[in-house]
């Protein structure tokens, strides 16, 4: 596997359920992001984590909780989701944080429905 | 939220045309980026500006950075088929550490 693989890529669940996305890179890079693509709206940063660390948490509803358990991989835990929420939620990942930090390499994303 | 526009929001043109995309706000961003995304991908990297006034070229693609770093344009020249996708601005915050994406635009090449 080469550059940000993110699994699954298609992910249907209900309100009730709970899952967990999954995003993985291969660079060697300090830092990564989570981001939320909805339709007609602009790509919005959900949490940025630097050295497994979380840096950055956007007003995000406690119903998303991110985990990083090494600079490698990151996880965005969905819990009682609501239909607004369907969307794409795309991975990145740079070489760190802040100014300076190298440019951002994006997974292929995973589109989540929630019915 | 620092808001980037994104003008036009749709643009469909044949083979061959050259084309402006428009990136303004009214914050201050310390670089700014630019993206094209394709169907079922992730955005991929373009270019980044840092400098107010900077104008990269990258083969057809000439980007520029406004003076009061603010605002941005994409303008590909002769453009191709695969030139087609959705080119999205970004700007960075002071810090480094916040982006806030512009609204996009999708851009159809027709042979």
């Known amino acids: 596997e080469t550059g940000v693989t993110q699994t699954p890529r298609h992910l249907v669940m209900g309100m009730t359920n709970k899952k967990s996305l999954k995003c993985e890179q291969h660079?060697?890079?300090?830092?990564m992001y989570w981001y939320k693509q909805s339709a007609k709206k602009p790509l919005e940063l959900m949490f940025v984590y630097s050295l497994e660390e979380r840096v950055e948490n956007n007003s995000v509803p406690s119903r998303f909780s991110p985990e990083c358990p090494n600079s490698s991989h990151l996880f965005l835990h969905l819990h009682t989701l609501q239909p607004e929420d369907s969307a794409l939620y795309l991975c990145?990942?740079?070489?760190?944080?802040?100014?300076?930090?190298?440019?951002?390499?994006f997974g292929p994303g995973t589109r989540l429905t929630v019915t | 939220t620092q808001l980037l526009e994104q003008s036009p929001q749709f643009l469909s043109i044949q083979e061959g045309e050259n084309l402006t995309v428009y990136c303004n706000s009214s914050s201050v961003f310390s670089s700014l980026q630019w993206y094209r995304q394709e169907p079922g991908e992730g955005p991929v990297l373009l270019v980044t500006v840092v400098t107010g006034g900077e104008v990269k070229k990258l083969k057809r693609l000439t980007f520029q950075f406004g003076d009061a770093r603010k605002d941005s344009s994409l303008h590909i020249t002769a453009a191709q088929p695969g030139d087609t996708g959705l080119y999205l601005c970004a700007g960075a915050s002071n810090t480094g550490n916040q982006f806030y994406f512009g609204t996009g635009t999708s851009l159809t090449v027709i042979p």
């Open positions: 990145a990942s740079s070489q760190s944080v802040g100014r300076g930090g190298g440019e951002q390499y």
């Open positions: 660079l060697g890079h300090n830092a």
